[in-house]
């Protein structure tokens, strides 16, 4: 890496699943030579799902540029992407990167912004195929890496996510080192992690209950998607 | 689970390792019929590692009692063990609750307060050999279950503890339905996770790292155990 840190701007907003951004800070965080700023548009007080609330993030629009842009996902992140404000401020941050990067639905934020045309990316199980209508192929890995673009599924995909990039840009090395420290030895008590391996019933569960949110999901995208589509 | 619901009481405090705590938290703050309290000894905002604060924390005072308490483990971990205000919230919450809980270094908490004396326990690999000076048995195992004692090994493990104790508290298929959710299929990009397997180069440059913090964690460790052993 050069002198001037490796600046990693990872980007909240109201209502993100918070460990989609938590994990890979951790490990982000911990890089040597690497600064991260976490950000908001708003700047300030950010609350994320489950009650937390993080504090002083700064503003988007006071952050001139980064190496490397991480957008976590969650259950608004279909909001955001019909913020104009919000996602003017990823396209400004996106275009100085040397590494556009999301975790689980961050994807469609970057996708809404229009940086994932004829990319491979990664998502949430339960939303990946939303990433086609922004012209995203959606790809079921754990961790997509097409170019300049490296993304993660769902949610707890992130800390693998995370030792991915820190293997490209800190080295394998680093990466092993950093995961010897959050002791990254996984060991699920159960074999329910994706939709392959759970219990039938317990998939018809949870996919019952991710239905319930779809057709506003897909109608937020859709929007989305044809604004993409008329601006360019 | 009662018509009341769970109450799940997460102690943070500064310089906590915030991913011991917001693994656990995604999966607590998401069981049906639980209620998750973020406090703190002295309430509102708690800095944890890598520059994250958490805004809003309820004072431990204020909470009369819990159903569970967890603590998450951190540098700071050997700190607050001799913070005596604390080590009094700490004890009075445990003698609620039916279950005492941790992830990484948090076990040291619980070993202060005297409620390990006996007990099997987990802790991060390079602090595991503390845990005697508490009268506690170190057992390296991911996740260790000693009667109503539940606790986690470092960092990352603190996803598997909390899929055992939602299971425990709510039931293997919303344990399940919760890893589903959460998409918790980890696929480590290296096998650097613990020490058993990580790159013998790799395990001695942190060995080095971790070997400067461990003359002054062993002496707060020391001073915590001879008040234990004079009070307790």
Redesign the interface.
Known sequence: MADQPFRIVEVLYPGL???DF??P??VF??IPGAE?V?ASEPGG?IES????????TRRMADIPSCDLLFVPGGLAATDVINDLVFMAEIRRLASSARYLTSV?TGSLVLGAAGLLQGRRAAC??AWRQLLPLFGAIADPS??VRDGDVITG?????G??FA??VA?EIAG??T???L?????????????????E???A???A??NKRMAAFLPERTRQVEAAAARLRATG
Chains 1, 2 share one sequence.
Request: glycine content about 10%; proline content about 8%; some cysteine.
């Open positions: 699943t918070q460990l938590t994990g800070h951790t965080s911990r991260t976490v007080a799902d489950g009650g937390l609330t993080f504090a002083g689980c949430h199980w754990r961790v599924g769902g949610v707890t995909a800390i693998d030792l991915v293997a394998e090395a990466a092993q080192a995961q010897l420290n959050i002791e990254y030895a996984p060991a699920p008590p159960f074999q329910a992690g994706c939709p391996t759970a219990p019933k317990v998939l569960q949870v």
